[in-house]
């Protein structure tokens, strides 16, 4: 799908996962950004409480066990964010294989039906419409002053959802945005800790419960940022 130079005819959701462990179903937080007629219209961000204890990557996103243990669990939280997903064209994500082995994996475990919309990757968009390489979030963001708090759910969203609209302000350059698989399409992505992270123009979003994702993020350690897994770089 070519994204660039349609910024008044397309509906998307942004949409970011950071997850407890290596499993794909042990998301502890996400973030969605809609974005209508290239303005972002909606917002929203939740904790969810992960199938197991264990948290492995406290040290990159600062969420810990006892940040989710009162939280709802995924089957409970993705309903009520679902009505976000209708009439969109797209979900974007940074990073996409990523976050949407984590939607399709949340969903087989709770029993839901995933949603039927490709994915857009803002790895893959940032390269071909502005050739940037390293093209880690924090690379793109810098390059578009696109304002960032790393491995934050709701920021992330909402700066994958601001590259997209820079994406489609750009003068059309055929097939930039190349689309992801549906989530509901059989073939599983590679799945790999962290996500995306960062933010972008504005507030992020509302909070389930009270309990704000940002204000962890001080006690995330500084070896985070030079963290590599070793099949693919942490985006």
């Known amino acids: 799908m070519d994204i660039t130079g349609a910024r008044r005819t397309m509906t998307f959701v942004a949409i970011d996962f950071e997850t407890a ?3 794909a179903d042990s998301a502890c937080a996400v973030g969605l950004v809609r974005v209508e007629n290239g303005r972002v219209v909606d ?19 600062g969420i810990t066990w006892t940040d ?25 994500a940074h990073n996409a294989p ?4 984590v939607l399709r994996a949340c969903c087989a475990a709770a029993g839901l039906r995933p949603p039927r919309l ?11 419409v502005w050739g940037i390489y390293p093209t880690k979030l924090p690379d793109v963001c810098r ?16 700066a994958c959802a601001c590259i997209v609209i820079a994406a489609q302000q750009e003068p059309a350059a055929g097939n930039a945005g190349a689309r992801e698989p549906t989530v509901g399409e059989p073939a599983a992505p590679e799945i ?17 419960q009270g309990a704000d994702p ?3 993020r001080a006690r995330r350690s500084s070896s985070a940022a030079g963290f590599r897994s070793p099949r693919r770089p942490l985006y």
């Open 192 to 208: 790999l800790p962290g996500g995306a992270g960062g933010t972008a123009q504005g507030a992020a979003g509302k909070i389930a």
């Open 98 to 101: 990523f976050d949407a082995g």
């Open 143 to 158: 390059h578009l002053r696109i304002p960032l708090r790393h491995h934050d759910a709701a920021s992330d969203a909402e």
């Open 68 to 92: 989710v243990a009162g939280e709802p669990e995924f089957r409970d939280v993705w309903p009520s964010l679902t009505p976000m997903l209708e009439g969109a064209n797209f979900l974007a």
């Open 214 to 216: 940002r204000r962890l």
């Open 118 to 128: 490709g994915f857009e990757c803002t790895v893959r968009l940032a390269r071909a």
């Open 43 to 61: 917002r929203a961000s939740r904790f969810i409480r992960p199938p197991r204890r264990e948290f492995v990557f406290t040290y990159i996103h």
């Open 21 to 23: 462990d290596y499993g």
